[in-house]
């Protein structure tokens, strides 16, 4: 099975590598992985993870990632599956209110690939095999910093978390029929800029041990 494990930066990825070489944890080696790195933001995470199903056609994408969460409840370090995706910046605010593609009519709610505005993760049924949390998501350009846009973003959106690269791959897999899952830890709390209050630590060890442990269960189903 041709499996390519995608993040955005190389740093989000290098905790996984780094322990399937120092301790193989496969058994069956009925994995043919592979690791890309996307680049982040939509522009370049579209472009580079069409060009990688063009090119390799995967059996499964997993991308592997940090993000923010809009829920004081989430604690940092909590590893999430997001089910649907959602355009968060793509659009126009106007009167202190931000109207989408769907509201402008610029684009038809439930026309493929979307269903009722979301990118939806079909696939889940079948991939999301350790039963991880599944939630919404939404993918912005620009890093939600101001009060105000958050709380358009909740009311409107209703997200649990907020990455750059997320629509782009459900985007992208949904178009080609590729089956994908959306993995990612929380690193930060939505609107904090202050970095020492991100825990990027466990963030990455929790998404580590989750994607070694999602490897292994995909391992031992594939067999
Ligand atoms: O500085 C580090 O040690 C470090 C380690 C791993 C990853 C990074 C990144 O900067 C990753 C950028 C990536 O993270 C997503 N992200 C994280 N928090 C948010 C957020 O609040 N809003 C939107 N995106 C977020 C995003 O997908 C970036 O591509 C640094």
Redesign the pocket.
Known sequence: MNVVITS??Q??TDQVRQSLTSAPPLENQELDLSFHVSG??LLSSCFSISQLIFEQHPDLIIQA?????FDNNFELGKVVVVKDELLGDLGVEEYGAFKDLFDLNLQTENLFPFTGRALHNRFLPEYNLGGLAEVTAIT?NE??TRPTRIEVLKAKYEPAI?????ASLHYCCLQTSTPFIQIRAI??????RD?SK?N?KD??DNLTNAIIEYLKQLDKKKK
């Not at 907020?162 to 997320?166: H, P």
């Not at 690193?187 to 904090?192: D, L, R």
């Open positions: 955005a930066t740093k989000e982040v933001g990632g940090i993000a923010g969460t912005i890093i939600t907020e990455s750059m690269e997320g690193s930060n709390y939505v609107g904090e970095k991100w990027f963030a990455l």
